[in-house]
C-alpha cells in the first residue's frame, strides 16, 4: 500500500515537473544599442518574470546605431531565422520590415489597429499601423531638443536663440569670454549615421518646406536643400562648428556635452539622463532644453524619433510574444522609462504624471513636440531613403562634395524611390 502510494507520488511530481517544462518558454528579445537603455528594458523583463513564471526572457543587444542594427536585423530576418521572438526597431522602420513579411501583425492577438493605436501620441499610432494592421508596439517616443548650458547662456545675458543667426552670435560671445580653444558653439550628428537624415531635414523643413506628401512622393525643394546643408557649413565657417563634424556621431555629442566642451548640442531624449545622471557628467544642474532655432524667416521644426517593440514572423512563441509586447508598451513601462532613462512617453497623459514631471521636469511640456515634430518619409524603402540621405549629408559637411552636388544627388538617387 505505501509502495503503491509513493510510486503514485513520484508519476505525479515527474507529471507535474512535465507539464512545468512545457509551460517555460524562452522569448529572445533584439534590445536595440546602448542609447535604447537595454539596462532599464532589462529590469521590465525581470518584472515581467516574476508576474509570469512559465516565461523567461533573453536579451540581446545591437550596434549603436539605428542603421547598424537595421543592417543586422535584416540579414536575420531574411534569413527567416526564428532566434529571435521579438525585436526592438527605430519609428523609420516599421513599413519597410511589415511589407518585407518579417512582422508579425499583431490584430489577432491585440485587437484591431483602431482601438490598439487609440491610446498612443498620433505620430506612432500612424508610424506602427501599416495597410491598416498592427505592425509593431510603440516602446518610447523621442525628438530632437537643442541642449544647452543654461549657466553660459545666464552668465552671459544671452536669450535662448530663435535662428541659426542669433545662435552663431550667441557662442561667439561665448566662446570669446570663456577664452577656451576647445568650447564647441554647437554639436549636431554629421556622420553618415541614421541621425544625419534629421540633420539634413532640420534646416531644410525648418524654412517651411516638406521633404514628401502623405503618399510618401518626394517634394524636394532643391534650392531649400541647398540652403539648409550650407547654413551648417556656414556654421563650420564662422567656428561655431567643429571642422570635423562629418565624423560626430550621436554618443560624441552626448559626452563632449557632458565633458563641457559645447554650448548648444542638439540631441535626443536620452542625452538628458546622460547629462544629469552619468557620474563622469560636468553638467550636473547647468543644462537647459529649448526648441531647435529655425532659419531665419522660417519657424522652429524638430525631427521625431522613437523605438517600437515587434514580434517576429518568424517567432515560434507568437503568443507569449504578444502578451509581453502588451506589456512593454504600457502606461506602467512608459512611465518606468520615463523615470528611470529621460525615455519619452508614448502616451500624452503620461507627461504630466507627477513622478515623471519629478524625475525630468522639462517633460511637462514635451508632448506638444513630438505632437508639433516632423518625421521622416514612412517608405517600404526606407534602407535606400536613409542610405542616399546620410551618406550625402555627411559627404557634403565632409567638403568632399558640394551642397548643390549633393542635393541633385539625392534628387536624381530617391526620384525612383520615393514616387
Ligand atoms: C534616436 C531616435 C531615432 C533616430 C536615431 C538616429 O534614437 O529615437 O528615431 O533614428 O536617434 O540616430
Partial sequence: MKRR????????????????????????????????RPDLMRQLFDQYQSANPGVKIDIETGGATSELQRQYLSTVLNAKDSAIDIFMIDVVNPAQYFSSGWIEPLDGYLGSAANVMKPYLPVYASANVVDGKVAAMPAFADSMFMYYRKDLLTKYGIAEPKTWDELAAASKKITAGEGKADLQGLSIQGAPIEGAVCTFLLPYWSQGKAFNDASGKMTLDKGAAVKGLNAWLNLVDQGVMKKNIAEVKTGDTVNEFKAGQVIFAINWGFAWDRFQGDKDSTVQGKVGVMPLPAMA???SATCIGGWQWAVSAFSKSKQEAAKLVRFLSSPESAKFLAVKGSLMPVYPGTYTDADVVKAVPWFKDAAAVVVAGQSRPKSERYGEVSDVIRTTTSAVLARTKTAAAGVDEIESRLRRVMR
Fill in 5 to 36: 502510494n509513493l510510486m503514485a507520488i513520484a508519476m505525479a511530481a515527474t507529471m507535474l515537473t512535465g507539464l512545468a517544462q512545457a509551460q517555460q518558454t524562452t522569448l529572445r528579445v533584439f534590445s536595440g544599442g546602448q542609447n535604447q
Fill in 297 to 299: 524667416g522660417g519657424k
